[in-house]
């Protein structure tokens, strides 16, 4: 019986990073084949195409490598004998990558996006047990149309839910409504279904959209700022349910004058933004100027949902429609 056929894309990250001894920091120096060579028996599960695609840390991802990464990506997933892909990847930025991946591929095959929070010259590396739980992943037919995953820790998430919530733990990935599954003696084992999906046909990135996070008595030079220098679209990371600053509030009423999409989402770990309060500056007030409410994302998902959807148009209602509806196509 033939073996499922998996394509790695090795970008970087700490899983591909040993300690300098000159400098007393981790760099990435491994190749994809070293780094496979400390996966025990992974042969013996999937045949393996490595493509040494970058070495480059979480921090140094750009938009330019992930429109490139998406189109040879889309191409090994047409390739027939190509059961899925995975990507290794820093954990600075792999969620916003795997949401980019997954916003950007509609494709029933999987796709999964790998790390690890301890590099090779460390006590308990854990990028190896990673790649094998992402091959383990990569392989099962029940990862298929769940789209991009997030797989460390044997934990399986979505890459529309997931976040880093620790500079250190193993289990750093976590989503709200908890894993998707779990890898168990090699094998995917499922707890609940996606909810939704959505996509974005795009092949570029409206890059002039701004992420600001309010705080106690901001002012409003931040988002007038933004505006000034050509955003044409903010993201405003508010407080608790919704609700912004008095002074911040009038840097929003400048931006929407000025034609600029504005989305809210909270700066609260969980929990979605809602028109509950109608005091000045409250949710309410801001939905009724016009302000889109992200509902449950958190900023830098809503910053890159909202730079791939400028891609494709200006209208606010449609842009609206795609952070309010889950299923939703923006074609």
């Avoid at 090795?10 to 491994?30: C, H, K, Q, R």
């Avoid at 007030?285 to 809503?302: F, W």
């Amino acid at each position: 019986m033939n073996k499922p056929k998996v394509c790695i894309f090795f970008t970087g990250g700490t899983i591909s990073m040993t300690v300098d001894e000159e400098i007393g920091a981790a760099i990435p120096t491994l190749s994809g084949e070293q780094i496979l060579s400390m996966v025990s028996n992974i042969d013996k599960l999937a045949d393996i195409e490595v493509v040494n695609f970058s070495e480059i840390p979480g921090p140094h991802m750009t938009f330019d490598k992930l429109l490139e990464l998406k189109k040879l990506i889309t191409a090994k997933l047409d390739e027939e004998d190509i059961s899925g892909v995975i990507v290794t990847h820093g954990t600075d930025s792999l969620e916003e990558t795997a949401y980019f991946l997954d916003l950007t591929i509609h494709h029933e095959k999987p796709i999964v996006v790998v790390g690890a929070m301890r590099n090779s010259s460390e006590l308990g590396y854990d990028g190896s047990s990673n790649l094998a739980a992402a091959v383990c992943t990569a392989v099962s037919e029940k990862a298929r149309h769940l789209g991009v995953l997030v797989v460390l820790n044997n934990e399986v998430n979505s890459a529309a839910e997931v976040t880093k919530t620790n500079t250190l733990s193993l289990n750093t990935f976590q989503s709200p409504y908890g894993p998707l599954g779990i890898i168990d003696t090699n094998d995917l084992i499922l707890y609940r279904d996606l909810a939704f999906r959505q996509h974005i046909d795009t092949d570029s990135v409206e890059r002039r959209v701004d992420l600001i996070k309010t705080v106690l008595d901001m002012d409003d030079r931040l988002v007038r700022s933004a505006v000034d220098l050509g955003a044409v679209g903010i993201v405003i990371e508010a407080m608790g349910r919704g609700n912004v600053p008095l002074k911040v509030l009038e840097g929003i009423r400048y931006a929407i004058s000025k034609g600029v999409i504005v989305v809210i989402v909270s700066r609260c770990q969980s929990g979605r933004v809602l028109e509950s309060y109608g005091y000045e500056g409250g949710g309410k007030e801001l939905s009724d100027m016009g302000v889109i409410m992200g509902s449950d994302m958190r900023g830098q998902k809503a910053r890159l949902k909202l730079m791939l959807a400028l891609t494709k148009t200006q209208d606010v209602t449609l842009i609206r429609e795609l952070f309010k509806e889950k299923n939703y196509i923006l074609s």
